[in-house]
Structures are given as structure tokens and as C-alpha cells.
């Protein structure tokens, strides 16, 4: 190629990149007149020329929805009042919502289109009305031009992911901070940086992943991905299981990612009425200030949905009686444009009627004005927040919604095995609050009162009071038995004395039990001198663990053989945490018998 021409193409290019003149196909009309060195300079040329004229925010870039080019190149908000109105619903719903499924719910509940204007063909730059989808939202919620920034370099290309012969390919997100061009308070904005940046964080958190807390579920689970390990650290995921499908918070991090055993599990209710309780407290200075603005938010909105209605009924109006003009004013004679304006006239005629009849519909599920009465008992629920927080009509996935506002996280620790699990709030703003819950445990040995518990049974025991009479007494000085159960009974204080050796066996007359020999125990005696569940202690026995015998009779007693080496062993054990791989320790084979 003659020097002279390259350098005043190069000189062209330098500074003044314009997409419109300078793209791929300049590039490939000049393949074949130069060299692969000078096309790579005319490439760096013209990224150079991009970035120059994008630093000084003149480079023109596709405008999202709700803006507008002017014939002049002066971005500004979108001309068509109703269009505007559109994306200004949107980010107020968003706010409220929280969620993009939310939002996309409500519009397409109350039939709002989305303004598209066309980028190409013969109607292009007119206004088009599309339904509502979820990849347009998501651009539009995390597009920073709304926040009124002029941003380049938000999707560079990967030369790794290209396709040859295809230019669009290879586009990926970068981050922030590694965009080219970002100059704040440039463009007309709809919502403030603020909240610009308060929406992609939102949208990040509801994604489902780990890092994230994601979105409130339906569940009965209220602190579902706000729950932290106090042991490890890590987020506890939620489980649910039983005939009443109770949920219950577990860390397993250490079993996914490494094959170890669970750190803690524990009750969700315990934890999650707690929490509950905390925020409710937390509400209460701000039981005026919200009594005061639901009824205006409940008005704000039906005030922004008439708003759509009117100007969607003012555009139907106005095509109706444009067609109607276009019909009247064209010549009877010319029979063919006639009736293809008669035919429009109709079918705009009847868009309006449709959207009237569509209105009356909506004007009937949802007056527009708040009843005096209607506000009198928003304000006297707004004003008693508990009543409100346990009312019929309130749903599980409200109360999560809320407790998020207010937490950033809760992070728990159960004390050992017992029901005491540290509970430490940590609300937004970094603020902590330090609480104690109480959670069921399956075996009174797990309690952490559960020596005291037994000594005052045996005690009772001893006066010769009978387990009525001792269930009663327990019951009247405050003692609390395991699991879910709210008091002791008969049966479940017989069961507490046999199981852990505080009666002896009612088969055997006085005085004529079975001496045991050196080393010898019996399985509730053991239990209690190992201070462990006598139900575990039979399961080990099940499983071979121990050394045992059974004595003659159809119902035998069971006589452990434990000495000092096998209880140290058997404590081993019992400290052990639960694995997949218990069985093949060498903690769970029993050691040889003398004699045998």
C-alpha cells in the first residue's frame, strides 16, 4: 500500500474513531491492500481511537430502555411519558420486592408491557411494547447508564472464547473494576449510584450459591442462608425431615469438602424464635414511623398503576383516532387503501375497547382510594407489630423478608452436646447481640443439668415417693425434661430411674439379683459411669462393641465386662465424632475377656 495513503489513514484514525466509518469491514476491504503488520497497526489504531473518544464519554454506545438519542447525539431520558413511567415503576418494585422474579410477577399480573425502541428495520427508532422478560430486567437492574454513569469496557472480549468468522462471540461481564471507562453524573438518571450499587449487591445475595444468602424460600425455615457455624465459621444449609417436616440448620462443610464428620446440627424453631423475638424488639421504636407510611405506600402504588392505566388508555385513544383520520381522509375511490384502513381502523377500535373493558376490570379488584375505615386498621395493626408478625395472613416468606432487613447474619454454637446454643446476632449496620437458646435433645444425659436432674429424682426416689409423686415434684421446682415434651409424666420418670440405674430390676426378688463379678456391669449402671445414653451403650452392644452376656431366661439381663483399659476405651469412643468409617476403628473392638 502507497505510504502516503497509510499514514493519512492512520492520521484519520488517530483520536476521531467513529463505529459508523471505521469497523471489520474496513478492516477486510483493506485486507488485501496491505500487509498483516499494517493491518495489526491500523487495528491497535483504531482500539486506541475507541478508548480515546469513549475516555472523553463522545463514543456512541445502544441505549437500554427508556432512553433516547436526539438527532444532535444529546442522550435523555425516553420522550414517551408512559415509556418513562414504565421504568420508573420497575426500579420502585424492585425496591420493594427485592427480588427479579417479584417484580417480574407483578408486571405481568398487571399486564405491563415493557417499552423496546427498534434499533433497525423500516420502524426504526419507534416505540414498540414487548411482555415483560427476565433477561431484559436483569440488564436493565444492572445496566449503570440508569444511574445516570457513561461506562465502556462492561463486556470486553476473550480472544480464548471467539469464534472465528462470528464477531459477536467471546463477550464476557467483567467485573467493576476492570472496566475501561466509567464517568459518574454524566446521563439523565432514573435512580441514584447508591442505588444502583444497593441492587447488584441485592441481585448477587439472591443468587443460589455459597457465597450468597440467597432468596427467601417458602419453607417454614425463617434464617434459611443467614445461619453461620460459631465452631468453623462456615454457612449452615437447612434441612428438613419427619412426619411434621420440621427444619433443622446443619454444617456439613466439613463432610462435603474434606469427608470429615458433621460439625453441629440443631433445631431450627429454638434458633429461629430467638431471632424472632430480637427483631420484634427491634421494630418497636419504629412502630409510628411505620404505622404512618403503609397507607401511603399502599397509595403510591395504586396512584403509579393509574398512572400506567391513563397513559396506556390516552395511547389507545390516540391510535384509535389517528387511524380514523387516515380513514377519513382518504379517497372512496381508491377501494383497496380504503378497506385496509377500515380494517386498521377496527382493530385499533377494538384495542381500545379491550383495554377499557381490561380497566373497568382492574378499577373493581382494586380502588384507588383507601377507605377511612381501611386506614384505621392499617394504622392499628402497623401499631402492633407482634399481632401483625403472628397474624394467619402473614406468610413465613414475609417474616424472612423482614428479619433480612434487619440481620446480616446469626451465628450459633451448640455448648458440647447439651441443649445450650449460644445464639450471637449480627444486625446491619454491625451491630451485635449476644443470646442463648434452648434447643431439644434427644437423651436427658445430653442436658447440661442432667447429673443435678438425676440426684433430686433419686433423692425423691429414696423418700419413697413413687413417679407420679416425683413427676409432679420435678415439674413444680422447674425441671425440664429432653426432646420436645413441656413436663415430666409417670412413664418417662420410670424410664429416667431404670435407664440410668437408679432401681433395681423388678424380676429378681430382694436379695436375690445375680452377684456380679469383678469387672462386671450392668448396662444402665455402665451407662451412668460413662455418663452416655443407655440407648447408645445398647446400640455399641448391637454392634459388637462390647463384651457382654446374657443371663438364662427369656428375657435375661444383659452383664457388660468393662475393665479399667476397655472404660478408658469405650470414653475414646464415646468422644469420637460420628463417621462413616466408625466401624472399622480400632476404638470399637472390644479387648479379650480373662478366662475366655
Given at each position: 500500500m502507497d505510504s502516503g495513503l497509510f499514514g493519512s489513514l492512520i492520521a484519520d484514525l488517530d483520536g476521531i474513531y467513529d463505529p459508523a466509518q471505521y469497523n471489520d469491514r474496513l478492516l477486510l476491504g483493506l485486507k488485501g491492500t496491505m500487509s498483516e503488520a499494517e493491518l495489526h497497526i491500523i487495528k491497535q489504531r483504531m482500539h486506541e481511537g475507541k478508548l480515546n473518544k469513549a475516555r472523553r464519554g463522545e463514543l456512541g454506545l445502544p441505549l437500554p430502555i427508556g432512553y433516547h438519542r436526539r438527532p444532535s447525539g444529546e442522550v435523555v431520558l425516553d420522550p414517551d411519558e408512559q415509556a418513562e413511567g414504565v421504568v420508573r415503576l420497575i426500579f420502585d418494585q424492585f425496591e420493594r420486592l427485592r427480588t427479579l422474579d417479584g417484580v417480574l410477577r407483578y408486571l405481568v399480573s398487571h399486564g405491563i408491557l415493557i417499552p423496546v425502541r427498534s434499533r433497525s428495520g423500516p420502524s426504526k427508532g419507534e416505540l414498540e411494547w414487548h411482555r415483560p422478560n427476565r433477561p431484559t430486567l436483569y440488564n436493565l437492574f444492572r445496566n449503570p447508564l440508569y444511574a445516570g454513569a457513561y461506562v465502556y469496557g462492561r463486556r470486553p472480549t476473550d480472544p480464548r472464547k471467539k469464534q472465528a468468522g462470528r464477531s459477536g462471540t467471546g463477550r464476557v461481564t467483567a467485573s467493576p473494576d476492570a472496566w475501561h471507562v466509567i464517568i459518574r453524573d454524566i446521563r439523565p438518571a432514573y435512580i441514584s449510584w447508591a442505588q444502583f450499587e444497593s441492587n447488584v449487591a441485592q441481585m448477587s445475595n439472591n443468587c443460589n450459591r455459597s457465597g450468597s444468602i440467597g432468596v427467601s424460600r417458602n419453607g417454614e425455615a425463617l434464617l434459611a442462608g443467614l445461619v453461620w457455624c460459631g465452631r468453623c465459621g462456615q454457612r449452615m444449609s437447612v434441612q428438613y425431615g419427619?412426619?411434621?417436616?420440621?427444619?433443622?440448620?446443619?454444617?456439613?462443610?466439613?463432610?462435603?469438602?474434606?469427608?470429615?464428620?458433621?460439625?453441629?446440627?440443631?433445631?431450627?424453631?429454638?434458633?429461629?424464635?430467638?431471632?424472632?423475638?430480637?427483631?420484634?424488639?427491634?421494630?418497636?421504636?419504629?412502630?409510628?414511623?411505620?404505622?404512618?407510611?403503609?397507607?401511603?405506600?399502599?397509595?403510591?402504588?395504586?396512584?403509579?398503576?393509574?398512572?400506567?392505566?391513563?397513559?396506556?388508555?390516552?395511547?389507545?385513544?390516540?391510535?384509535?383516532?389517528?387511524?380514523?383520520?387516515?380513514?377519513?381522509?382518504?379517497?372512496?375511490?381508491?377501494?383497496?387503501?380504503?378497506?385496509?384502513?377500515?380494517?386498521?381502523?377496527?382493530?385499533?377500535?377494538?384495542?381500545?375497547?379491550?383495554?377499557?373493558?381490561?380497566?373497568?376490570?382492574?378499577?373493581?379488584?382494586?380502588?384507588?382510594?383507601?377507605?377511612?375505615?381501611?386506614?384505621?386498621?392499617?394504622?392499628?395493626?402497623?401499631?402492633?407489630?407482634?399481632?401483625?408478625?403472628?397474624?394467619?395472613?402473614?406468610?413465613?416468606?414475609?417474616?424472612?423478608?423482614?428479619?433480612?432487613?434487619?440481620?446480616?447474619?446469626?451465628?450459633?454454637?451448640?455448648?458440647?452436646?447439651?441443649?445450650?446454643?449460644?445464639?450471637?446476632?449480627?444486625?446491619?449496620?454491625?451491630?451485635?447481640?449476644?443470646?442463648?437458646?434452648?434447643?431439644?435433645?434427644?437423651?436427658?444425659?445430653?442436658?447440661?443439668?442432667?447429673?443435678?436432674?438425676?440426684?433430686?429424682?433419686?433423692?425423691?426416689?429414696?423418700?419413697?415417693?413413687?413417679?407420679?409423686?416425683?413427676?409432679?415434684?420435678?415439674?413444680?421446682?422447674?425441671?425440664?425434661?429432653?426432646?420436645?415434651?413441656?413436663?415430666?409424666?409417670?412413664?418417662?420418670?420410670?424410664?429416667?430411674?431404670?435407664?440410668?440405674?437408679?432401681?433395681?430390676?423388678?424380676?429378681?426378688?430382694?436379695?436375690?439379683?445375680?452377684?456380679?463379678?469383678?469387672?462386671?456391669w450392668w448396662l444402665p449402671q455402665l451407662a451412668t459411669h460413662l455418663e452416655m445414653p443407655v440407648e447408645t451403650l445398647y446400640r455399641w452392644l448391637r454392634n459388637g462393641w462390647l463384651n457382654s452376656k446374657q443371663l438364662a431366661g427369656k428375657q435375661g439381663r444383659l452383664i457388660v465386662w468393662a475393665n479399667p483399659g476397655e472404660i478408658d476405651r469405650l470414653r475414646r469412643l464415646r468422644r469420637r465424632k460420628k463417621m462413616w468409617s466408625d466401624v472399622d476403628h480400632p476404638d470399637t473392638k472390644p479387648g479379650p475377656r480373662p478366662g475366655k
Open positions: 419427619g412426619k411434621r417436616q420440621r427444619h433443622a440448620y446443619h454444617c456439613s462443610s466439613e463432610r462435603s469438602n474434606y469427608g470429615g464428620a458433621g460439625c453441629q446440627s440443631l433445631s431450627g424453631t429454638c434458633v429461629d424464635q430467638v431471632v424472632a423475638n430480637s427483631a420484634l424488639l427491634a421494630l418497636q421504636p419504629a412502630t409510628l414511623e411505620v404505622s404512618l407510611r403503609v397507607a401511603q405506600d399502599l397509595e403510591a402504588q395504586q396512584e403509579r398503576l393509574e398512572s400506567h392505566w391513563r397513559l396506556q388508555l390516552e395511547r389507545a385513544r390516540y391510535e384509535a383516532e389517528r387511524a380514523e383520520r387516515q380513514y377519513q381522509a382518504e379517497e372512496p375511490e381508491n377501494r383497496l387503501v380504503t378497506r385496509m384502513l377500515a380494517r386498521a381502523l377496527e382493530d385499533k377500535l377494538s384495542a381500545e375497547l379491550k383495554l377499557q373493558e381490561e380497566y373497568a376490570r382492574f378499577r373493581a379488584c382494586t380502588p384507588r382510594l383507601i377507605t377511612a375505615e381501611q386506614r384505621e386498621g392499617i394504622l392499628a395493626l402497623a401499631s402492633d407489630i407482634p399481632s401483625l408478625w403472628h397474624a394467619p395472613t402473614t406468610t413465613n416468606l414475609q417474616r424472612s423478608d423482614i428479619v433480612r432487613l434487619l440481620v446480616d447474619r446469626v451465628i450459633v454454637a451448640v455448648q458440647g452436646s447439651t441443649e445450650k446454643v449460644g445464639v450471637c446476632i449480627v444486625w446491619a449496620g454491625g451491630h451485635k447481640t449476644h443470646l442463648e437458646a434452648t434447643r431439644p435433645v434427644a437423651s436427658v444425659m445430653q442436658l447440661s443439668y442432667a447429673k443435678q436432674l438425676l440426684q433430686r429424682a433419686k433423692e425423691l426416689h429414696d423418700e419413697g415417693a413413687n413417679s407420679p409423686l416425683i413427676a409432679e415434684k420435678l415439674n413444680q421446682e422447674g425441671w425440664k425434661p429432653a426432646k420436645r415434651a413441656e413436663a415430666f409424666t409417670a412413664n418417662s420418670i420410670r424410664s429416667l430411674l431404670s435407664r440410668n440405674g437408679l432401681t433395681t430390676a423388678k424380676r429378681y426378688s430382694k436379695g436375690k439379683e445375680p452377684r456380679l463379678k469383678r469387672n462386671e
